[in-house]
């Protein structure tokens, strides 16, 4: 599945705790792991290497870092500048296949007025992301990490309702699953939610008819490449619907796409991608769509 992850830290969204964890997650299928802190430049100061901050968070690195099993590469990266730019400098340079960075939790018009780390990348990576909630990294104990860290991508949610997005979260799942390790991406269970249709039953049924056909022509092919797969349709709102579905099942992270997360055209046409990222405590596994 994945072999060569960036995990990005400001040092305040508890990911760096990653880095005492690395067996853990040699145990998900990580070959190479890259660790990226970024540090803002001051308004008129030159950044050195041998300033404090940059210094500290280098052994603040070395600190933590234990650990490392034969066969794993792992790299530590300070920097001074742009997070997004080094986040995407550095994919490029280690050629990692995935992203980790933490949710900012700003509401959408800000993110409009002054941006997201997480939403620019959503927007400019060329790899999927793994988002995850800075206060729930933080609350794991050691032992709930450990066990997080080797689990990543066991079981996951998979929204679909045959829209561009949709197939090409699902194309990409199953080009994963074709080369994947054990104990990844065992189980995966396909999500459709109907929007409320009134009281026309007629079109209620229709609706519900189409939408479990769709999902058995996808749960085949899932099935196909080994993957445990079930299904399920309900009614309402979906981001509700598959946080609650999420809850209810054993999901280690939920897996979605979209074009228009953090663009403008949100403001007025609401994304499901967007909500889902702005909403859920799970993981969310970020596919880009093009």
């Known amino acids: 599945m994945f072999k060569r992850a960036l995990i990005c830290t400001d040092f305040k969204d508890g990911l760096y705790r990653f880095a005492r964890f690395v067996p853990s997650l040699a145990a998900a299928g990580l070959e190479h792991i890259a660790f990226l802190h970024t ?24 600190s933590l870092l234990g650990e490392v099993p034969a066969g794993v590469d ?30 900012a939790g700003d509401g959408l018009l800000k993110e409009k007025l002054f941006g997201s ?13 793994l988002i995850l909630r800075p206060q729930l990294i933080s609350a794991y104990t050691e032992e709930e990490l450990d066990l997080r860290a080797r689990h990543l991508f066991r079981y996951l949610l998979l ?85 609650e579905t999420a809850v209810d099942v054993d999901i280690t992270a939920i897996a979605a796409s979209s074009k228009t997360v953090g663009r403008l055209v949100e403001l007025s046409v609401p994304s499901f991608t967007g909500d889902l990222l702005r909403r859920s405590w799970h993981p969310i596994l970020f596919f880009p769509p093009s």
């Open 159 to 243: 929204p679909y309702d045959g829209s561009e997005a949709g197939q090409a979260m699902l194309q990409q799942v199953k080009a994963l699953a074709a080369n994947r390790p054990a104990g990844t991406l065992e189980c995966a269970l396909l999500f459709t939610s109907i929007d409320d249709v009134g009281r026309n039953p007629v079109l209620r049924e229709a609706k519900q008819e189409e939408a479990v056909k769709r999902l058995e022509v996808a749960k085949q092919e899932l099935e196909a490449l080994g993957i445990k797969t079930t299904m399920t349709v309900t009614n309402g709102n979906a981001v509700t619907q598959a946080l």
């Open 117 to 129: 780390t997480p939403v620019s990348l959503c927007q400019q990576s060329s790899v999927p992301l």
């Open 39 to 62: 540090i803002p430049v001051p308004e008129g100061q030159i950044p050195r290497e041998t300033d404090k901050p940059f210094v500290a968070a280098r052994e603040h690195f070395a």
């Open 74 to 103: 792992v790299q530590v990266e300070v920097a001074w500048g742009k997070p997004v730019e080094h986040i995407l400098s550095a994919r490029k340079k280690y050629q990692s296949d995935i992203i980790f960075i933490g949710t």
